[in-house]
């Protein structure tokens, strides 16, 4: 302890209690964002080390870190409190250093502690935090007044906080009296039985002057003291991470920080006796630790959340109505004449499962989802579930999936399930931008701004963001930050070099510095941090307005959103339900090309109807897949040909086997050697041949093993999915024993002997944990489907709705029109006489199509302005000069100018012989007019005088990559074609023509490289010439040799064995060099 | 194509038989701060060296030599990533080393013309050369170059040479190439059309619109039409061609003989009284002040120099806080100095050296009070700084941190806002030692029991403590302190009541306040 030695002073209060258990009650995580530096677990791993056997997290402003929190502590038996800090403006300003004293404080409202004490107090802390945030118009951290405190008090208990508290704020500013009219405020409103006047000892003489105050206080007004940390790390080793997310906090250096930063090094979670033996002068305030704990009832397991209601006619229940709906979907579904034969099935599964649905209480989720399809419907927004839910025929019936689960065969236990335990998760696919932004609006304003929200995504540091932050934190200049940034890398392979380490030496930091070393392991300490939070890309919680009950709910950075304060995961854990609403590029690229097909092709395509064109699986089993939806990508391809596609099954498969699930099961080689007939196709049992005929007896999908289990073992469906999740989870050895004991014991009973069942048994384990859901892969494969449809038949209207959604996909917008050039589709520049903002159709004379680039492909040219000069030359017809563009659109400034001059936009002008004309021109036409020569009708930037050259090839191609990314000329390599012929190097076409494990040598642009997971260290690259794509195989050791030659050059040449299996061509390189091709700046796709 | 603005240029700069009357010699030393070290140390010029710059850990390479540029080293790179190449002599940057090698090489270029010109390139040493009629003494063109370039050979300088009748032709083409380029007359825009750009210093806009424009050399930027440039660009364009062309106008601003404040006398029989030494300081500042004057200048500073019996020196220096020319207050400035800091010996020769700074130019208001004149401020200021040190004389500013007493002393500065805060004024005051006493502490079950300042053994009968403070973990000046606030009583009763400090890092305790 503390003070005094010999003549202690004695407090005033008398003592209550003499038990020494501390427990800590004020805790802020890092979900207090930038104000703690440890997360809910390593305060657990620190309550478990020091044996303490509960804690309270009060982070700021929020329960951003209580799931966790909560999911941590009862795994470890430790007692989770849940509370928050709170700010509260009505108490004027936070205690700041005088201001003789330098200091960079800002003001901010004074926090007090409020911990839940019942599910009644948990929701009105839920419902304080909604008000003041929602009170906001923008995402900003927000503060309470006292009426806010007023009407949500119940159930809570205030602790007055320490510095940070409306006391010390009060003390510092007005004194002693200012504090006690402060300390009455928060007794009228919360009790005297809830009100505690809190203590800090940090070992700061200004904290103990305080607490010599606040004693006098409470001791005058008989209010209880209690004792707190104001933890803010959990081990003092992690002040300095405190002080380094400090100074971020405040945009400053640790350098500058002076007094924002720490004092010392106290505000860990300290001990009980370290504790005790602080406040022995004081022991009541331990103990208060004590009762409060025990007055604290509330966990996150009592959350008092509700299935959502859907509001449904009077007469009726939610299941009666929803059995109603499902009829009618059936009936419609089932109509015509080939589906026929499977309405009673249907109607007999319906009924099965809306039982289990009116059994579990689920229908009202059901309803909303429906309701949410129908909207769709009613705006002509596509829409489609993925998922699970697929395996549904109530889903199918409501139109929430496409696909037929009777006629496929689906297994609905996959979805749902009795034993299950969890709620169903639907996800609906929708054209990403505006029509999933009306839908999601739609919601909010159906379910109201405190019935729903969206989920949060909690950001957290990785290799990049902390490596720039502690480095601008430390004060390193930005352009060592901006080269170390770019070194760290997010491969998603990672090798033994792959260290922080490694990339500090790369980029010229010697770690052997202890500024340096210092900083590399903060950086480490930094890494998985919470650092903001964001929005879920599409998860949305719907509680028909008891949301804010359940959690805290703010404002989202983007206009007319709300977040919850969880993410995910959390809402997950505890037991909410959402529906994601996940926009889907392709789908948009559908929508597009489905309203640009009628009008330029003049002809109707229903999605819903496509036919089985065998020309569509010609080009899959080419693997001419480029921008196709799933099977786009390197290892889709390498695996096309093999597969060889030849009915909509085949697509299915061939959507869930390149993946990383099946690749590390070992299921991809099997399948695909006998699909190839190079090897005998058998069956781990007689019985299981029906069941594993259509994958050709190697077992892919998950509903495969729940058929499995239910053919050999007689299991139902519900038993087959626990024994799915229990052995693809490995969540408890017990069980997995048990269900394996059932599992026998029904095979047994089926006549299978001890030798097949151990066959089954190993069958079925190994593939549990890799096996991709069949109808998840369904309804990808019908997107996938359409996808190749469209880009075979209507290739303009395709590309253009692929080029009008980027960035989507595996190819950037450059290759994209590459291979449509390729495939002979015309593509015309960016034109102002002619183009509009998205890319457009073109009819030519012979009466084809051609695509012509948007304006939105000018780099840095705004929208607005575009569509000024568009609504220009529609008004008053074609631009005559440079002169007449810059002063009819007079939004074009002289940058925008010099944009379109650069990327021969203005070339179609007549006046313009050539882009550097143009921009010869510009330069004068963008300079403003004075009033007397502003009406003068020559044009003065026109001159007999054309002073500058054309631009080299090489200077246009830098332009058109520098100005749009893109080039709709001749690819680079073209150009460089015959030399390149001369010197022995081949084409990506002629690589084909060349024989096996011959050395060949190609150049070409990088446009992807990928180090995926499962391929052990070994790197893919796509090479692009001017005839195709090759693919070229990195060794690990290459890869280590020439790392900063592969990952940053974007001409490559290219020497190694060519290998061709099945028509697929790969090269295995050797050498690796850079090759001097064009200056422009292509950009490769690198996969992470 | 030939402008009217060159017709007319070369029409002024003619002599009567078809020749310009002027000749420049550009000379242009690169990687300076390379070859400031190289040059003294001839056993690395054969090795690839480069000097760093900056405090560590960001240091980065500020210059190189040939060799260390074939091996791959450019500049900005940090002292690792010089390390990775391998073998390769890291040199240090000291501002000293490169001033006295500049004035070597300036007193080198002397030898061949008074009136030299200094002009500013980036990490390079770079001067002009009028050499107007230096060909009957050092010969043709070629011929001077060459001996310049020998001359600074001799003295370990590369650079390079140009010799031109254009000033800014001369200073480009030596910039921007290597060796000896002789440019003959009306050949200027020839012999700049390879060079970039670059070397008309434009502003960074104009760069990118000639690079779009597919301009990157002065010879292509000569070729586009004067009139056609100028509604673009505006005047500037206009110097920018003349540039490129050649025949670009320069006032030659030749450097000047350095204006020295100085005084110097040696004495015929050594001085150890002040009273005579302050009678020759009189007239030497009388001397001083008026040739300051004679330029509208007063004095700043005056550094005082002696040679003492014995060999010894002697250094002050004065600083009014406004430049003045008042001989008297001076005067009194430097009696006081010299009292404060007398001279160990008899005094053989004394030095004056004054820096010239600007009047003060304060227009005092009519209605304000009277004040007493600045200079008396001065005084005392000086008076105080006799006593105590210069660098403890002045206002105390606080630091933005949490170390404790933690200050810097900052300029005088007078605050007319009166201090009113009552309950700050009522509190204790602390009286710090400076610097702090070490003690030896005695230590009961972790605190203060009895320690010994000195010979003076203190009894602890209160202590209040330990208070925490820690911080800049981050430098090599971190602290870690533990306070205490103690009341102690020695053998004699008598009492104090202080502060002390266990100093974790140092491991030692200390006496570092008392409490009035």
Redesign the interface.
């Known amino acids: 302890m503390?003070?005094?030695?010999?003549?202690e002073s004695k407090p005033a209060l008398c003592i209550k209690n003499t038990r020494e258990d501390y427990i800590e009650l004020h805790i802020a995580s890092a979900f207090s964002f930038l104000a703690s530096s440890s997360g809910p677990d390593s305060y657990i791993e620190r309550a478990i080390e020091i044996g303490m056997p509960a804690m309270a997290l009060t982070d700021r402003n929020g329960l951003y870190g209580a799931a966790r929190f909560h999911a941590s502590a009862t795994q470890n038996g430790v007692k989770a409190h849940i509370g928050a800090e709170i700010a509260v403006s009505s108490f004027g300003k936070h205690s700041v250093p005088p201001s003789?004293?330098?200091?960079?404080h800002q003001d901010e409202p004074p926090r007090i502690v409020l911990l839940c004490k019942s599910q009644t107090g948990y929701q009105n802390l839920c419902q304080l935090i909604t008000r003041f945030k929602m009170r906001e118009t923008t995402k900003t951290e927000g503060a309470a007044t006292f009426d806010d405190l007023e009407e949500f008090s119940e159930g809570l208990i205030c602790l007055t906080g320490g510095e940070e508290g409306p006391l010390a704020s009060a003390l510092d500013h007005d004194g002693e009296a200012a504090a006690t009219k402060h300390l009455d405020r928060l007794t009228s409103i919360y009790g005297r039985n809830n009100i505690y006047v809190e203590l800090q000892r940090?070992?700061?003489?200004e904290e103990e002057f305080r607490n010599a105050c606040f004693l006098s206080i409470a001791s005058r007004m008989s209010l209880p003291i209690v004792a707190s940390n104001g933890v803010r790390c959990a081990s003092n080793a992690d002040?300095?991470l405190l002080?380094v997310f400090t100074a971020i906090r405040n945009h400053t250096t640790?350098h500058?920080a002076?007094?924002l930063?720490?004092?010392?090094?106290?505000r860990y979670l300290r001990s009980s006796p370290e504790m005790v033996e602080m406040f022995r002068d004081v022991p009541e305030a331990i103990a208060n630790t004590r009762i409060i704990s025990e007055r604290l009832e509330f966990t996150l397991n009592n959350l008092g959340y509700e299935f959502p209601r859907y509001p449904v006619p009077n007469d009726e229940s939610m299941d009666s109505f929803l059995a109603k709906r499902v009829e009618e979907g059936i009936r419609k579904r089932y109509a015509s004449s080939l589906k026929k034969p499977l309405l009673e099935r249907a109607r007999k599964q319906a009924q099965h499962e809306l039982e289990l649905i009116a059994k579990l209480g689920f229908a009202g989720y059901f309803l909303i989802v429906w309701d949410i399809i129908c909207h769709c419907q009613r705006n002509g927004f596509l829409v489609q579930g993925r998922g699970s839910a697929a395996n549904s025929v109530v889903c199918f019936a409501l139109e929430i999936t496409a696909v037929d689960p009777i006629g496929m065969e689906l297994l609905f236990e996959r979805f749902l399930s009795e034993s299950r335990g969890e709620w169903p998760d639907i996800d609906l696919d929708l054209p990403s931008g505006d029509h999933r932004e009306k839908v999601i609006q739609h919601i909010y304003e159906k379910y109201g701004a405190l019935g729903a929200a969206m989920t949060a995504n909690v950001i957290t540091y990785r290799g990049r963001s902390s490596a720039r932050e502690v480095g601008k934190a430390?004060g390193?200049?930005e352009?060592?930050l901006s080269k170390l940034s770019v070194l760290v890398g997010h491969w998603e392979w990672r090798g033994a070099n792959d260290t922080m380490e490694n990339h500090f030496?790369h980029s010229?930091?010697?770690i052997r510095?202890?500024?340096?070393g210092?900083y590399l392991e903060l950086c480490t300490r930094m890494y998985d941090l919470p650092r903001h939070l964001g929005q879920h890309s599409g998860g949305m919680v719907i509680c028909a307005g008891m949301l804010n009950r359940i959690v805290p709910i703010e404002r989202a950075s983007m206009p007319g959103r709300t977040v919850v304060q969880w993410d995910k995961e959390d809402c997950a854990d505890l037991g909410l339900i959402k529906v994601d609403l996940l926009g889907l590029g392709m789908m948009a690229v559908l929508k597009d090309s489905l309203e640009l097909i009628p009008r330029h092709y003049g002809e109707q395509v229903d999605l819903a109807s496509l036919p089985e064109d065998p020309l569509v699986y010609q080009t899959l089993c080419k693997a001419d897949t480029v921008g196709m939806f799933q099977v786009e990508s390197r290892a889709q391809m390498a695996s096309l040909p093999h597969n060889a596609p030849g009915c909509f099954y085949d697509v299915v498969v061939q959507v869930a086997i390149i993946r990383p699930g099946p690749i590390v099961g070992k299921m991809m080689h099997p399948y695909m050697r006998r699909r190839q007939g190079k090897e005998e196709i058998s069956y781990p049992h007689p019985l299981l041949e029906s069941v594993l005929k259509r994958t050709l007896g190697v077992p892919l999908f998950q509903e495969q093993l729940l058929r499995m289990a239910m053919v050999v073992a007689s299991f139902s469906g519900s038993e087959a999915e626990e024994l799915r999740r229990a052995v693809g989870m490995r969540r408890s050895m017990q069980r997995m024993r048990n269900l394996e004991g059932r599992l026998r014991e029904g095979m047994t009973r089926n006549g299978i002997n001890e030798a097949e069942q151990d066959n089954i048994v190993q069958a079925i384990s190994s593939f549990a944990m890799y096996g991709f859901p069949e109808s998840h892969a369904a309804s990808f494969a019908l997107i996938a489907y359409a996808s190749a449809y469209l880009k075979v038949h209507y290739l303009a209207a395709f590309v253009c709705g692929l080029l009008n959604n980027q960035p989507m996909g595996f190819y950037s917008p450059a290759v994209l029109i590459k291979d449509a050039q390729r495939h002979g589709l015309r593509v015309r520049t960016i034109c102002i006489q002619r183009s509009d903002w998205p890319c457009t159709i073109e009819h030519e004379m012979d009466n084809t199509q051609s695509l012509r680039i948007g304006l939105n492909y000018a780099k840095g040219l705004r929208q607005s302005t575009a569509e000024a000069l568009i609504a220009s030359r529609i008004s008053q017809g074609n631009f005559r000069s440079v002169d007449d563009l810059a002063s009819r659109v007079p939004e074009l400034n002289r940058k925008d100018l010099?944009l379109l001059a650069?990327i021969g936009a203005l070339n179609s002008i007549n006046e313009v012989a050539h882009r550097?004309d143009a921009?010869?021109q510009i330069?004068?036409a963008g300079?403003p007019v004075g009033p007397l020569l502003r009406n003068r009708t020559s044009n003065?930037s026109v001159?007999n005088?054309m002073?500058?050259?054309k631009?080299?090839i090489d200077?246009r191609l830098a332009?058109d990559y520098s100005g749009t990314g893109l080039t709709c000329g001749p690819h680079p390599m073209k150009y460089h074609r015959d030399s390149l012929r001369r010197k022995g190097y081949v084409s990506a076409n002629e690589l084909q023509r060349s024989s096996t494990n011959s050395f060949v040598r190609i150049a070409g642009s990088v446009i992807a490289r990928q180090r995926p997971g499962t391929a052990k260290g070994f790197v893919f690259l796509s090479l692009e010439d001017e005839t195709g794509i090759a693919n070229v195989i990195i060794t690990p050791d290459l890869f280590e040799r020439e790392r900063v030659l592969i990952t940053r050059t974007r001409f490559l040449d290219i020497e190694g064995l060519l290998q061709i299996q099945s028509g697929v061509v790969h090269i295995k390189a050797h050498c690796i060099r850079p090759i001097d091709i064009t200056t422009a700046d292509l950009r490769s796709h690198d996969f992470h | 194509m030939v402008s009217a603005r060159y017709v007319e240029y070369r029409e002024t700069r003619m002599k009567s038989r078809g020749q310009p009357d002027c000749l420049y010699a550009a000379v242009h030393a690169a990687e300076f701060p390379a070859q400031a070290i190289l040059r003294l140390r001839p056993d690395l010029r054969s090795h690839p060296c480069v000097v760093l710059a900056g405090s560590?850990?960001?240091e980065r390479v500020c210059a190189l030599n040939l060799h260390a540029r074939k091996r791959g080293v450019v500049h900005?790179?940090?002292?690792?990533?010089v390390?990775?190449l391998g073998n390769i002599h890291i040199l240090t940057c000291f501002a000293e080393t490169e001033a006295t090698a500049r004035n070597v090489f300036l007193e080198t270029l002397l030898q061949f013309s008074p009136r030299i010109e200094e002009t500013f390139a980036t990490n390079a040493s770079a001067f002009v050369l009028d050499i107007t009629g230096t060909e009957r003494l050092f010969g043709p063109p070629h011929e001077i170059a060459l001996r310049i370039r020998s001359a600074l050979s001799t003295v370990g300088f590369r650079a390079s040479i140009c010799i031109c009748t254009n000033y800014d032709t001369a200073r480009i083409k030596a910039e921007f190439s290597s060796g000896i380029s002789v440019i003959p007359y009306e050949k200027e825009s020839e012999a700049l059309a390879p060079v970039p750009i670059s070397a008309l210093h434009l502003e960074l806009e104009h760069y990118e619109?000639f690079a779009?424009?597919?301009?990157g050399t002065l010879g292509e930027l000569a070729?586009?039409?004067e009139e056609?440039l100028i509604?673009?660009?505006g005047q500037p364009s206009r110097a920018w061609l003349a540039l490129s062309r050649g025949y670009a106008e320069h006032t030659f601003q030749p450097m000047e003989a350095r204006f020295e404040l100085k005084e110097h006398i040696e004495f015929e029989t050594h001085i150890e009284q002040l009273d005579s030494l302050l009678f020759v300081c009189s007239n030497m500042i009388n001397n001083l002040v008026a040739r300051a004057s004679s330029r509208a200048l007063s004095l700043a500073s005056i550094r005082i120099d002696m040679s003492l019996e014995g060999s010894a020196q002697y250094k002050q220096v004065i600083h009014p806080a406004i430049p003045s020319n008042d001989r008297k207050f001076l005067l009194k400035l430097m009696q006081l100095e010299i009292a404060a800091h007398p001279p160990q010996a008899a005094v053989d020769s004394l030095t004056l050296t004054a820096e010239a700074g600007q009047h003060c130019k304060v227009q005092l208001d009519l209605f304000a009070l009277p004040m007493p004149e600045p200079s008396r401020l001065d005084v005392t200021l000086a008076r105080l700084k006799a006593i105590a040190g210069a660098d403890r004389v002045g206002s105390p500013v606080?630091?933005?941190?949490?170390r404790p007493g933690n200050f810097q002393i900052g300029e005088f500065s007078i605050n007319d806002q009166l201090f009113t805060d009552a309950k700050t004024l009522n509190r204790t005051c602390l009286r710090r030692v400076r610097p702090p006493h070490t003690l030896r502490m005695q230590l009961?079950t972790g605190?203060p029991a009895a320690f010994r300042d000195g010979s003076a053994p203190f009894c602890?009968?209160?202590?209040?403590?330990?208070?925490?403070?820690?911080?800049c973990?981050?430098?090599?000046d971190r602290w870690d302190l533990e306070e205490w606030d103690v009341m102690a009583t020695n053998d004699s009763g008598e009492s104090i009541a202080c502060l002390v400090v266990h100093d974790h890092l140092n491991g030692k305790w200390l006496l570092d306040a008392f409490y009035d």
């Open positions: 503390l003070f005094m030695t010999d003549q003789w004293l330098p200091n960079l940090h070992q700061e003489r002040r300095e002080d640790v500058q002076g007094r930063l720490s004092r010392n090094s106290l430390l390193f200049d352009q060592q030496g010229g930091l010697d510095h202890p500024l340096i210092k010099s650069q550097r921009l010869w330069q004068q300079r003065p001159s005088n002073p500058l050259r631009m080299t200077e332009a | 560590p850990p960001e900005g790179m940090t002292r690792l990533e390390d990775e619109t779009l424009w597919g301009i070729a586009l039409p056609e509604p673009r660009f606080l630091l933005d941190s949490h009961n605190k602890v009968s209160v202590a209040y403590g330990p208070w925490q403070s820690s911080g973990w981050w430098a090599v």
